[in-house]
């Protein structure tokens, strides 16, 4: 992203001034419990809730969107693959929500490739709480085919109504399962993560 990132230590109990606070993606605390219910209750991530209620913009990568959901910061939960199995492969998404700083690089309704890596990723929310999402322009991904249809076979993990991403009611979370990260230069395969995050950039400058 231009500048080398600060790291912060899941010990830690304050965090530094920034202007993005990143989850990223991994396996915290080996998913030995639950994928990031141990980690919501690391002292860090209290610091990552008080922050992002000031309004700092927090993203929720994989396993941060795990740690996101289970720390109260966005709705719903991630639960195990409807597959029951771990899942590596680029998929497809279409942008639901292009008005956030996250996504204001896309168009609504464009069609866009990612890679995911997860066993945890089948998102889940009771009736109520989707339909609020869907009224409230929170859905920011879908799972879909190239051509952006939602079918069940673009789903690679089962996740309600192919949910893909989520924001928080104000917008300035946002978790995701896809790793923008990983398809972020031509050498890698593409670049439609560097797109979502060279515009996240360019809104917090």
């Known amino acids: 992203m231009g500048r080398k990132p600060l790291m912060v230590w899941h010990g830690d109990s304050e965090l530094p001034k920034v202007d993005l606070i990143v989850l990223p993606g991994g396996f915290s605390y080996g998913d030995y419990l639950r994928s990031g219910a141990m980690a919501a ?7 990552v809730v008080a922050e992002a209620k000031r309004g700092v913009p927090v993203l929720a990568i994989c396993n941060g969107f795990q740690i996101a959901t289970e720390a109260g910061l966005l709705p719903g939960v991630l639960m195990p693959n409807a597959s029951l199995k771990f899942v ?3 998929v497809y998404l279409r942008v639901e929500n292009a008005d956030s700083r ?3 690089a896309f168009k609504k309704g464009q069609v866009v490739r990612m890679p995911i890596a ?4 089948n998102y889940f929310a009771d009736q109520a709480t989707l339909d609020r999402l869907e009224a409230n322009g929170q859905i920011a991904f879908r799972y ?3 051509d952006g249809r939602m079918t069940d076979d ?12 989520v924001f928080n009611e104000g917008r300035n979370v946002l978790g995701l399962m896809p790793h923008p990260e990983r398809l972020a230069d031509a050498m890698l395969g593409g670049t439609d993560g560097k797109v979502m995050l060279d515009g996240l950039i360019h809104e917090l400058a």
């Open 41 to 47: 209750h690391s002292h860090v991530v209290r610091a």
């Open 102 to 104: 996250f996504t204001r």
């Open 118 to 121: 997860h066993r945890d990723g």
């Open 144 to 146: 879909v085919t190239a």
């Open 88 to 90: 590596c492969r680029d």
């Open 154 to 165: 673009a789903n690679p993990n089962g996740a309600a109504r192919n949910i893909a991403g």
